[in-house]
């Protein structure tokens, strides 16, 4: 179930064109709504895209029919997430991850807690 | 005016600058900031499942003794204000939110009373640009200073109401209060990357380039921002094509409040 609103949308790409990072995407935005809508949101949910996504939330401020794709982005990523409850190694993993990394400046905390947020389920 | 400030986890840590400049500017401007009592870190994002009720609890809290001290709830990273901005809309607006804080804790019922505001806000709406102008020691004459949005104070702009999310003017008429010249450029509300910094950080540094890229070629010298990430981004990212810095560091330098014994942006 979700909160979006999927039978809205109308396959139009203006999230696609707004997303900043659709060219990589192996599933762009416009995508999504209809995948969920045709009952195969397990592929959506195991496409490379969920996690590019940025939350930026371009896509739902372009979007003419009130469709949110960044919100079944992250709604995608946790129904991995809490099927395979890898959460807490995830996690860990993430800001480790972050944290070792060689870097000029000191990485600021709102990324550290965005990056465990993101991995939780 | 009294205000009730919620610094958050990066402005005590790694983005002490900004913070210290917001207090020196608050007082030079006889803005009276308390800064709230316990606060917790607001989560940096705003989770997007219906489901996830616990993440949200730290910003309910922060927000209640805002509306129980009667005073506005003020931040400066763009996250804070994001996490606040939504959770007070979502309590404001969906009453099985508001039932679902309350099972957590008694205490915890709230509607969505607290007004929440962006230390811009205050600065336009409180001090007023008109008269900020007439308050400066030293205008930036001259400057060629552009204003990095990024996403998270613009949208969801019927939530953020912060300013049009595609033509935001706000940094640009607060630029021009300081004697500068604000250089519009066309990807000025676009996305840093920094959400996916930690796994793709060749990805981002394309995305923050282009955006640097974009502002240099349209003459800025200078880029403001309100969010340590996208600060992160440029300087880390961005190829040196032009300077950024917090929006509070201008107006800091334009007041004569900017005490320089530390003018890193750690
Ligand atoms: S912009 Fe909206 S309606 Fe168009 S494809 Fe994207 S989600 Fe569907
Ligand atoms: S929120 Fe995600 S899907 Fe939507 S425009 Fe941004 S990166 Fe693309």
Partial sequence: ?121 | MEFLYYPGCTLSTTAKILDKQARSIAAALDLSFTEIENWQCCGATFPLNADEIAPKLAAVRALIQARNQNKPLVTLCAACHHVMKQVNHQAKNDADFRTAITSYDADLFYAGEATVLHFMEVLRDYVGFDALRDLLEYPLKGRKIGAYYGCMLLRPSDVMGFDDAENPQIFEEYIRALGAVPVSYPMRNECCGGYRAPEDALGCANLVERIAKSAAGRGAETLITACPLCLYQMVEHSGGAVDVCYFTEILAEALGVDDDDDDSND
């Fill in chain 1, 1 to 121: 179930m979700t909160t979006v609103m999927i039978e809205r949308c109308m396959t139009c790409g203006r999230c696609s064109a707004a997303c900043p990072v659709a060219f990589a995407m192996d599933v762009p935005p416009h995508f999504w709504a209809v995948r969920v809508r045709q009952g195969e949101g397990e592929s959506l949910a195991r496409a490379e895209a969920i996690w590019s996504c940025l939350a930026c939330f371009c896509c739902a401020a372009r979007c003419p029919r009130g469709v949110r794709p960044v919100e079944l982005a992250e709604q995608a990523r946790s129904v991995t997430l809490r099927k395979e409850n890898h959460t807490a190694t995830f996690a860990d993993e993430t800001v480790l991850q972050i944290i070792s990394k060689k870097s000029g400046k000191a990485i600021p905390q709102q990324l550290i807690v965005a990056a465990m947020r993101k991995k939780r389920a």
